[in-house]
């Protein structure tokens, strides 16, 4: 079975940075589409970003184009999420996830991580 690891969440300021990982711990990503997922309080969660590891091919949502970027390293079997400008709209606890397919859809994912924190306040 396939398990992963978050980590890297924590607390900045406003319009400060974050390096999220998701780690691997048994199995492989290589094969996989990685995906990342938020939940802030009282709300749905949703999809922020994927990656075709294989491929490197990457999705962004729309709320985090152009200050997130999903990157990941083969032989750490590791993918990252880099957050820069980060707003107060950002908090939530992000969640790694594996699935076969390329979807943004929480259901095709098969594997997740536990999450961790994003909390962005002054």
């Known amino acids: 079975q396939l398990q992963l690891v978050e980590s890297g969440g924590g607390l900045v300021q406003p319009g400060g940075s974050l390096r999220l990982s998701c780690a691997a711990s048994?199995?492989?990503?290589?094969?996989?589409?990685v995906g990342w997922f938020r939940q802030a309080p009282g709300k749905e969660r949703e999809g922020v970003s994927y990656i075709i590891s294989s491929a490197g091919r990457t999705y962004y949502a729309d709320s985090v184009k152009g200050r997130f970027t999903i990157s990941r390293d083969n032989a750490k079997n590791t993918v990252y999420l880099q957050m820069n400008s980060l707003k107060p709209e950002d908090i939530a606890v992000y969640y790694c996830?594996?699935?076969?397919?390329?979807?943004?859809?929480?259901?095709?994912?098969?594997?997740w991580g536990q999450g961790t924190q994003v909390t962005v306040s002054s």
């Open positions: 996830a594996a699935s076969s397919v390329s979807s943004m859809d929480s259901r095709h994912y098969n594997y």
């Open positions: 048994s199995g492989t990503l290589r094969f996989a589409t």
